[in-house]
């Protein structure tokens, strides 16, 4: 297979997925059902667009590791002994929260995400809040660790080595989610998680951390909306 091919199988997941999240997010603003540039937690036609985003992206990312090999070890899906894994993932954490408390005063990252809870005023609102958290804290996690720790480290790993796969997978991890001044911060952790994907060989544990930070991050914005 052509080098040319494999990157743009290895694009493909990304492509898609926010094809489709500008596509719904336009549909529904033509609706008259989101408006404004900040998102909801309790908008239930925004958390229904969120979490289609996830399922789209898992399932291109699936089609992509296919396309390039055998899927477990493409997506670097390999068991860590429970022992290892769970020190890794805990001391990952901690290192991702220090970067976090180090940085977020300087630029503001998560301010300036513009993710707010909303009112929990209607059964809809609390319908969406759940699949929101759903989608932050384990379909985020799970998916992105696939895309950036798994699809797209391996090949940088192959092709260039360790070093640059992790700072490589870590640089477009922050960049895809298009917000400047919480580039650091989720740079600084896509570092954390690369070091943990090269040492343990495998996505388990960042998933792990990654929905930990995700969860933080959830509560943070609950609390700030209370």
Not at 12 to 40: C, E, H, M
Not at 41 to 52: I, N
Not at 194 to 207: D, E, K
Request: charged share 10%.
């Amino acid at each position: 297979m052509s080098t040319v091919r494999v990157w743009l199988i290895i694009a493909a997941p990304l492509v898609v997925q926010f094809a489709f999240a500008g596509l719904a997010a336009g549909v529904l603003r033509a609706l008259g059902l989101i408006s404004g540039d900040s998102a909801t937690l309790t908008s239930l036609p925004q958390a229904l667009v969120l979490l289609g985003a996830y399922v789209v992206l898992l399932v291109a990312i699936l089609l992509a590791a296919r396309a390039l090999g055998e899927p477990r070890e493409v997506l670097a899906l390999r068991r860590v002994p429970f022992a290892q894994g769970a020190a890794m993932a805990g001391a990952g954490l901690v290192v991702g929260i220090v970067i976090a408390l180090a940085l977020e005063p300087i630029f503001h990252g998560q301010a300036s995400q513009r993710i707010d809870a909303g009112a929990l005023d209607s059964p809809a609102a609390v319908i969406a809040l759940v699949i929101s958290l759903f989608t932050i804290v384990v379909a985020a996690a799970i998916c992105e660790e696939l895309y950036f720790r798994g699809l797209l480290y391996g090949r940088l790993d192959t092709r260039l080595g360790a070093a640059s796969a992790i700072v490589g997978s870590a640089g477009l991890f922050g960049l895809v989610h298009f917000e400047p001044n919480a580039f650091p911060t989720l740079f600084g952790l896509g570092l954390v998680l690369g070091v943990v994907r090269w040492r343990s060989g495998s996505v388990a544990p960042g998933i792990a951390i990654h929905a930990a930070n995700n969860i933080l991050a959830a509560v943070g914005i609950l609390m700030a909306s209370s």
